[in-house]
């Protein structure tokens, strides 16, 4: 039995959220990702938050209680740094349950270039889509020979104006490039013609 004082205030609190799992768990970083995270003690108009340290927080929109065990809500992942993620339910009494590590933001599987073929005299600039911040592109010749490299890019799509790395306007020709995050390396083909 719980006796309160007259004229005495006092708070009933819930208790925290625990999270057992988030479906799905990985999603490229080149679209928006409703996921689904089942637990136990959720309470409706919540909040769920992938955050980790150094990177703003992703906030879902479209949150939805489903029960006391399970809540949805659509994440915009898009051009956001890949890695794993902490998932966060905060319960609108402001306590909170995380998942550690629990949702891994991935690069997009296919990095492409275009216009492709790109003609130098309408286009100047080649743009590759799909290719995450925090990588590195290197583009070569036919003969293997490094023309071009950045090894920091900060913008997707990333856009590349068909100079080498000597600041000189290149040839036409084929050229290879290789995208590089982390252990991942993915391959193309562009063409430059007259």
Request: glycine content about 8%; some cysteine.
């Amino acid at each position: 039995d719980i006796t309160v004082a007259k004229n005495m205030p006092f708070t009933i609190t819930g208790y925290l959220p625990v999270i057992n799992s988030i479906e799905p768990a990985r999603a490229s970083n080149h679209n928006q990702v409703r996921v689904q995270i089942t637990g136990t003690n959720f309470y409706s108009g919540g909040q769920i938050i992938l955050n980790r340290t150094g990177e703003n927080d992703i906030v879902a929109t479209e949150t939805t209680y489903d029960s006391i065990t399970q809540v949805s809500g659509l994440l915009d992942i898009r051009n956001r740094n890949t890695g794993l993620w902490n998932v966060v339910v905060i319960n609108t009494d402001t306590k909170s349950g995380t998942l550690a590590n629990g949702f891994e933001i991935s690069v997009a599987d296919t990095v492409y270039a275009y216009p492709n073929p790109c003609k130098l005299v309408q286009n100047q600039k080649v743009y590759f889509a799909n290719i995450s911040r925090q990588a590195a592109l290197s583009i070569y010749d036919l003969n293997g020979d490094l023309i071009y490299a950045d090894a920091n890019i900060n913008a997707n799509p990333y856009c590349w104006d068909l100079v080498n790395s000597l600041g000189r306007k290149i040839a036409s020709g084929i050229y290879l490039y290789v995208v590089q995050e982390g252990e991942t390396l993915r391959r193309g083909k562009i063409a430059i013609i007259k």
